[in-house]
């Protein structure tokens, strides 16, 4: 469970934030405890030198000029150390100590030191300290030799740096818990219209052959999100609406398929059962089967032709759509009881697939001849304009209301007034599906003064003049 909330955007914003806080952190802390430390080393530093340079302006070689100069001095002695070593001439050699230097010399001398610059140590015992030194130049033979060593104990600028640095790991400590915790506040906040959106997909994907009218909770906020939304949306009306065209045509394919079988399954069991005693029904009966039979083998054919138009991946080349229509025309003239005529134009090409194209004007050609009078004429039209060709198909039946216009591309689809022609509804559907997958359009329009005209454009591809 742990795991799984680190790996949420909450979980990993506040991973991010908590890594970010503490490098920065980190860094402010080396800057700061560099510049402080190096200030306050800088003023001991100062401290004694200035101690030193006291000494060699005063000239200390006695004990009386010790003791006023001690006297009249603000120096530390718990803190810094003077040695002075006076070399007379003609005497031995002594030395002068500040209250507790003697102390601090002998436990540096029996101490472990690393030296780490040219003044700064560091001794076991005593820590770290910053030495310096001076001898008398003005030194003669009526004047001893004098040297000047001063040690100051760096213990206040470690005693700083540890405390600044105690009081950084404290602050970094409370800011980095509460701002954690705030910052996985906000990240869940800004994260809900997520969570949202999971849980509802989840309860649509858990329902999804009933909630066909579902939709996803749109936030107004952020942006991003609410786009986000929006797109699913738009992708889950797409989904439910081929979801109930695909359902309403499994049921209406269902339909369609029950009434021949009930037919045929009728007259056969009517055979056995009366067919001995009343042979002359046998006929009869068998032209029954013979006819449900081959319209349901018709809409067995309509069904695959239109499974592989949904499945079609065409292999688009130059058509000569002119030489096609005049062949088709040649073909079905003949057979049509309605007059044909063509008004095409010449040497028009078009980037299509032939096979789908030639089943597109049989299939406009069919629907044209099945809905208008013999004594009628159906007309094929074809022109090229810019980068399209449209090819047409008008007929002079009945025509189609103009509320029926919008439907009649359904799968299944039959008109109010009922007239079919003995067709199963798949026929405009195949059209359809074949013009889309050729990456044109289909349009159906009136045709004064009575009568249709189904309109393609197909995309043109001309390699070449016309």
């Known amino acids: 469970?742990?795991?799984?909330?680190?790996?949420?955007?909450?979980?990993?914003?506040?991973?991010?934030?908590?890594?970010?806080?503490?490098?920065?952190?980190?860094?402010?802390?080396?800057?700061?405890?560099?510049?402080?430390?190096?200030?306050?080393?800088?003023?001991?530093?100062?401290?004694?030198?200035?101690?030193?340079?006291?000494?060699?302006?005063?000239?200390?070689?006695?004990?009386?000029?010790?003791?006023?100069?001690?006297?009249?001095?603000?120096?530390?002695?718990?803190?810094?150390?003077?040695?002075?070593?006076?070399?007379?001439?003609?005497?031995?050699?002594?030395?002068?100590?500040?209250?507790?230097?003697?102390?601090?010399?002998?436990?540096?001398?029996?101490?472990?030191?690393?030296?780490?610059?040219?003044?700064?140590?560091?001794?076991?015992?005593?820590?770290?300290?910053?030495?310096?030194?001076?001898?008398?130049?003005?030194?003669?033979?009526?004047?001893?030799?004098?040297?000047?060593?001063?040690?100051?104990?760096?213990?206040?600028?470690?005693?700083?740096?540890?405390?600044?640095?105690?009081?950084?790991?404290?602050?970094?400590?409370?800011?980095?818990?509460?701002?954690?915790?705030?910052?996985?506040?906000?990240?869940?906040?800004?994260?809900?219209?997520?969570?949202?959106?999971?849980?509802?997909?989840?309860?649509?994907?858990?329902?999804?052959?009933?909630?066909?009218?579902?939709?996803?909770?749109?936030?107004?906020?952020?942006?991003?999100?609410?786009?986000?939304?929006?797109?699913?949306?738009?992708?889950?009306?797409?989904?439910?609406?081929?979801?109930?065209?695909?359902?309403?045509?499994?049921?209406?394919?269902?339909?369609?398929?029950?009434?021949?079988?009930?037919?045929?399954?009728g007259h056969i069991s009517l055979i056995r059962r009366r067919g001995e005693q009343h042979p002359e029904i046998i006929p009869t009966s068998l032209g029954f089967i013979d006819q449900e039979s081959e319209r349901m083998q018709r809409l067995v054919e309509s069904l695959l032709k239109l499974s592989h138009a949904n499945q079609l991946e065409l292999s688009p080349e130059a058509v000569d759509l002119s030489q096609l229509i005049e062949d088709i025309s040649q073909r079905y003239a003949a057979a049509l009881p309605q007059q044909l005529v063509t008004h095409v134009q010449r040497n028009v090409v078009a980037w299509v697939n032939f096979d789908s194209v030639e089943q597109i004007i049989i299939n406009l050609l069919n629907n044209a001849h099945k809905y208008s009078a013999s004594d009628t004429v159906i007309e094929i039209k074809l022109e090229a304009v810019g980068q399209e060709v449209t090819l047409s198909v008008i007929d002079e039946g009945n025509g189609i209301p103009a509320d029926q216009k919008a439907h009649i591309f359904d799968r299944f689809y039959r008109g109010k007034n009922g007239q079919t022609a003995g067709g199963n509804g798949l026929g405009l559907s195949i059209v359809k599906q074949l013009v889309d997958v050729n990456h044109g359009t289909i349009n159906v329009m009136d045709h004064a003064p009575r009568g249709t005209i189904f309109e393609v454009t197909l995309p043109r591809k001309v390699a070449g003049p016309e």
């Open 1 to 265: 469970m742990k795991l799984k909330l680190l790996n949420t955007s909450a979980g990993r914003i506040t991973k991010v934030y908590a890594a970010l806080l503490l490098g920065i952190t980190l860094i402010l802390c080396a800057v700061i405890m560099t510049v402080v430390g190096f200030r306050q080393f800088q003023v001991q530093r100062q401290q004694t030198r200035g101690i030193v340079g006291g000494l060699e302006r005063s000239f200390i070689a006695n004990r009386n000029d010790w003791y006023w100069w001690r006297l009249g001095s603000p120096m530390d002695t718990k803190k810094s150390f003077v040695r002075i070593k006076v070399q007379p001439s003609d005497k031995k050699t002594h030395y002068l100590y500040s209250p507790h230097a003697k102390r601090f010399v002998s436990q540096n001398q029996l101490s472990k030191t690393t030296v780490i610059t040219k003044n700064v140590a560091y001794s076991n015992k005593l820590g770290l300290y910053y030495h310096a030194s001076a001898s008398d130049a003005s030194a003669s033979a009526q004047t001893p030799n004098v040297r000047y060593d001063v040690w100051t104990k760096l213990s206040g600028v470690t005693g700083l740096l540890w405390l600044l640095f105690r009081l950084i790991i404290f602050i970094v400590l409370g800011f980095l818990i509460l701002g954690t915790w705030l910052i996985y506040l906000l990240a869940r906040k800004l994260n809900r219209p997520l969570v949202e959106l999971t849980k509802a997909t989840k309860i649509i994907n858990d329902d999804i052959y009933n909630q066909y009218q579902t939709q996803l909770p749109v936030p107004k906020t952020p942006q991003e999100v609410h786009d986000l939304s929006q797109g699913f949306n738009q992708l889950l009306q797409s989904l439910n609406a081929r979801a109930r065209a695909d359902r309403q045509f499994v049921s209406n394919a269902s339909h369609e398929l029950k009434t021949p079988i009930a037919t045929i399954r």
